[in-house]
């Protein structure tokens, strides 16, 4: 890396659609505040509110390793013959870590999953534990909230 320039990009200046827009735009809606370009930048970048510890919330990577794609394993091959079996390696004690930070931090309201695999895999490890509330279709796509029970009988 000798010779050649890094240049640091701030995140504040992603223009385009990202998860984290969309995710700090749902909070703010539910919190009952304006969703604006402006507010969700600033719930983002300025007031670092998305994904704190003290938030009402609880953001995180249910499968964090960074991968080219959702369906390759690079550069992990020598690891894992397939992302079938980094999640079968991987999930259990993820969701286990999840479920232990969810109970440890009595702020967290809410939880929002937004990957069909990952949140299914949720759904599975919750099931003795969780209720469906609702659903409804928006856009020809199904959405549903559920509730999650613990044992301290705290519901998210």
């Known amino acids: 890396m000798f010779g050649k320039v890094c ?5 504040s200046s ?6 984290w827009r969309y995710i700090a735009a749902f909070i703010l809606e539910f919190e009952g505040r304006d969703v604006t370009v402006e507010n969700i930048n600033h719930y983002i970048f300025y007031a670092k509110q998305l994904g704190r510890e003290s938030s009402n919330h609880f953001l995180g990577e249910m499968m964090p390793l960074p991968k080219p794609s959702k369906k390759s ?8 013959s397939s992302v079938d079996d980094y999640y079968d390696e991987a999930a259990n ?9 969810i109970i440890e931090n009595q702020n967290v309201k809410l939880i929002v999953s937004y990957d069909r695999t990952l ?4 759904l599975n490890y919750f ?5 469906i509330v609702s659903t409804w279709n928006f856009k020809h796509k199904q959405y549903t909230l559920y509730k999650i029970t613990f044992s301290n009988e705290r519901s998210i």
């Open 127 to 131: 099931s003795s534990t969780i209720e």
């Open 14 to 19: 992603w223009i385009g659609p990202n998860v």
């Open 93 to 101: 004690n993820r969701l286990s870590l999840i479920r232990k930070t």
């Open 73 to 80: 394993i690079k550069p992990y091959e020598s690891i894992w």
């Open 7 to 11: 240049t640091i990009l701030p995140l």
């Open 119 to 122: 949140t299914e895999m949720m």
